[in-house]
């Protein structure tokens, strides 16, 4: 069982940078491959960033190639996205997700999920 937690949402004005994290509880935490998706009302939720339990392979959604930067570190339990020059069609719920196959993160096989948190790109 792992439990997710983010933080690090809010608001920020566009171009501005914010950097989310998640902590995770369990010690298999360094076995999951990791990833954020986002979500927005009225659309499914996208994938965004993920990375494998090893943290050397990343991917991530063509709209945010460049500016978004996922990561790690196994010895806190902890993976983060670092958002910069952000707009506001960046604007949604970001999750966090645990994906056991520990190499790709899809929203089919990710057995656990964060409670969201939200961040606002005002323009």
């Known amino acids: 069982q792992v439990q997710l937690v983010e933080s690090g949402g809010g608001l920020v004005q566009a171009g501005g940078s914010l950097r989310l994290s998640c902590a995770a509880s369990?010690?298999?935490?360094?076995?999951?491959?990791m990833g954020w998706f986002r979500q927005t009302p009225g659309k499914e939720r996208e994938f965004v960033a993920g990375l494998s339990w090893s943290g050397e392979n990343t991917y991530y959604v063509d709209s945010v190639k460049g500016r978004f930067t996922i990561s790690r570190d196994n010895a806190k339990n902890t993976v983060y996205l670092q958002m910069n020059s952000l707009n506001p069609e960046d604007t949604a719920v970001y999750y966090c997700a645990a994906d056991p196959t520990g190499y790709t993160v899809r929203a089919t096989t990710v057995a656990f999920w964060g409670q969201g948190t939200q961040v606002t790109v005002s323009s």
């Open positions: 369990g010690r298999t935490f360094s076995r999951y491959a």
